[in-house]
């Protein structure tokens, strides 16, 4: 089992309307989590970072379920602009010299006019 | 917008050269990493560092070299370039806390003719 997991898309929607990614992660001792985005052929760049009690930046909400872990990204009102590739990203920190930040292969979003 | 930069951006070379891909922060992070990303694909983690004189080998095997003699300073080392070395390497770093944001530079894009 991958130890992040992303459903990779595209995911093909009419500008103005909600999209929704969910990311699922393997270690329940994950500390952290956040969500990238990366435009094609450049670098991926924080988009936001997931708290425990869910966050909302403008059109964007992240949502973090540790019971069932996984995490949650909600896009409204979308704009061609937020065609991109969506990266979840989980620090499974777990000590022991390991560095734990681990990426998803990604959500493909491709917004339509 | 972070700093953090990566020389050069493109590079194209022949087979059985050494190559020196820089990359340098001036934000003073401990942790520094290295990504290999084909197009399309998801990043995979070649090297990282915790700071001075650290260095460690990521989740993917790669025959290329890292050193860290300074903070700000990572540099990536192939000393025989082959074709299958062609890709994205995006350079990265962060500080030392789990829930610091990682930031990327731009990437160099490299093909081994």
């Known amino acids: 089992r991958k130890e992040v997991e992303q459903d990779p898309g595209p995911f093909n929607v009419p500008e103005g309307a909600t999209v929704a990614f969910n990311c699922t992660y393997s270690?329940?001792?994950?500390?952290?989590f956040f969500w990238y985005r990366q435009d094609c052929r450049k670098e991926p760049k924080l988009l936001m970072s997931?708290?425990?009690s869910g966050n909302e930046d403008g059109r964007f909400t992240a949502q973090l379920n540790r019971a069932s872990q996984y995490i949650s990204l909600l896009i409204r009102d979308s704009k061609l602009s937020d065609s991109a590739t969506y990266l979840c990203v989980v620090n499974m920190y777990s000590g022991g010299g390991a560095d734990g930040l681990t990426f998803g292969k990604g959500t493909h979003l491709i917004i339509q006019p | 917008e972070a700093d953090i930069y990566q020389t050069p951006r493109y590079l194209v070379i022949g087979t059985g050269k050494k190559i020196t891909l820089e990359c340098s922060q001036t934000m003073g992070h401990d942790k520094m990493y290295w990504y290999q990303q084909d197009p399309g694909m998801e990043l995979h983690l070649i090297h990282y560092?915790?700071?001075?004189?650290?260095?460690e080998k990521g989740d993917l095997s790669s025959e290329s070299t890292v050193s860290r003699i300074r903070t700000e300073h990572f540099p990536l080392t192939l000393e025989s370039a082959r074709p299958s070395h062609t890709s994205q390497y995006l350079c990265a770093s962060k500080w030392r806390g789990e829930t610091d944001t990682q930031y990327f530079g731009p990437g160099t894009r490299l093909t081994v003719l």
């Open positions: 560092s915790y700071g001075v004189n650290s260095t």
């Open positions: 997931v708290y425990s």
């Open positions: 270690n329940s001792a994950s500390q952290s």
